[in-house]
């Protein structure tokens, strides 16, 4: 039934090759971090969703040679903290466990005795979520270290600086890179490459790719859409297509969770029954409520409404949800919730996984 070969290809954290198009990126990378060392600066570079930018900054990683520099990938999705942050540099650089027990001092002070030794390169993908806490603090820290330590950050948000002191924004002064959403032609061309690599010859029809062309330009869901399509059936065709639409974006969706907490997966899952039983948004209270119900169904300690609002932002911040933010009344600030596009569609099962 599957046409699927190769399935590693289909998979958005394995990386082609090649990066196609984004020719400015790469001149901009190529002249900050090639060989040829002329400028010392930092990047960020921000994006869309599924836009490439963890794929970039992973090449770039690559290509750096570790005689000249040693490289430390933070993935602030998970490293959302200064500490928890400090403590995976230092873990890369000493292929030690560091990850509990430390000073943020002592953290800091052997961090800077290594780069006094030998340059760093750190990426803190997605930094939005450390900004949400203690960021501003180790951006300071880093970009105070003299000389030989640069950073590469990467945002869904172009204005994401705006959370940190003008103390560290005037020491870091990132270059900005900002990469757009793709057309639906590149969208098309990047998927098509991979669905080569992964399918059974003339099992994609042309109409089907389109498709998902057009509904999408993150490229990881229509990976995940060929994933899904691809197992079921022999041949992918637009009907297909369209059949496993829900499935494709649950996958999505349950990819981006597996980052989290089961509270994450629990507040999806409140926020789904609820939509599906009423048309409009719903509120934090509201939420709350059903999360605490889920949390005993699954025989999960629940956790407090301050937990449960970070929880909240985070998820606005993944772009799962939406939220539109009411302020004065009674009970201060209160939140709107809704799924956020593509998952803002009857269909989906709400079960946790
Ligand atoms: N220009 C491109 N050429 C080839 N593959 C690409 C290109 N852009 C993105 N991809 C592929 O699309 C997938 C998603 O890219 P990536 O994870 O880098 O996006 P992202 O911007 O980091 O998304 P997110 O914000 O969700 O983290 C990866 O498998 C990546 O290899
Ligand atoms: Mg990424």
Redesign the pocket.
């Known amino acids: 039934m599957s046409c699927i070969q190769n399935p590693e290809a289909l998979e958005?954290?394995?990386?082609?090759p090649?990066?196609?198009?984004?020719d400015k990126a790469k001149s901009v990378l190529n002249r900050e971090f090639g060989s040829d060392l002329s400028s010392n600066s930092n990047v960020l570079i921000s994006?869309?969703?599924?836009?490439?930018?963890?794929?970039?900054v992973q090449k770039v990683l690559e290509a750096t040679p570790s005689t000249e520099s040693a490289t430390c990938y933070v993935s602030c999705r998970s490293s959302n903290t200064q500490y928890k942050a400090l403590a995976q540099i230092l873990s890369v650089l000493t292929n030690e466990d560091v990850s509990t027990g430390h000073h943020i001092s002592s953290l800091q002070r052997r961090i800077r005795e290594r780069v006094e030794a030998l340059p760093l390169l750190v990426v803190l993908?997605?930094v939005e979520f450390l900004m949400r806490n203690d960021g501003s603090d180790l951006l300071y820290y880093l970009s105070r270290i003299p000389g030989n330590l640069r950073l590469l950050l990467?945002s869904?948000t172009p204005s994401v600086m705006k959370q940190a002191d003008d103390r560290v924004v005037s020491s870091l002064q990132p270059h900005r890179l900002e990469?757009e959403s793709?057309s639906e032609n590149q969208a098309f061309s990047?998927l098509a490459?991979r669905a080569e690599q992964a399918l059974d010859s003339h099992s994609l029809q042309r109409d089907a790719l389109q498709k998902i062309g057009e509904t999408t330009q993150?490229?990881?869901i229509g990976?995940y859409w060929l994933q899904v399509a691809g197992e079921r059936r022999d041949t992918i065709t637009s009907a297909v297509i369209e059949d496993v639409k829900h499935a494709a974006f649950r996958r999505y969706l349950d990819h981006l969770l597996s980052y989290f907490s089961t509270h994450h997966q629990l507040v999806v899952q409140a926020v789904m029954e609820l939509l599906s039983e009423s048309s409009g948004p719903v509120t934090t209270g509201e939420v709350y409520s059903r999360y605490e119900d889920l949390s005993e169904v699954y025989s999960e300690s629940s956790v407090g409404h301050r937990s449960i609002s970070d929880v909240l932002s985070e998820l606005e911040l993944l772009r799962i949800l939406d939220c539109t933010y009411h302020y004065g009344g009674r009970h201060g600030k209160t939140r709107e919730i809704e799924l956020a596009d593509p998952f803002n569609d009857s269909g989906y099962e709400t079960q946790v996984a």
Do not use: A, F, V, W
């Not at 958005?12 to 082609?16: A, C, D, F, V």
């Not at 090649?18 to 984004?22: A, E, G, Y």
């Not at 994006?47 to 970039?56: A, F």
């Open positions: 958005p954290g394995n990386l082609p090649k990066l196609r198009d984004r994006g869309p969703r599924g836009t490439g930018k963890t794929h970039i993908d997605d990467t869904t990469l793709y990047i490459e993150n490229i990881s990976l």
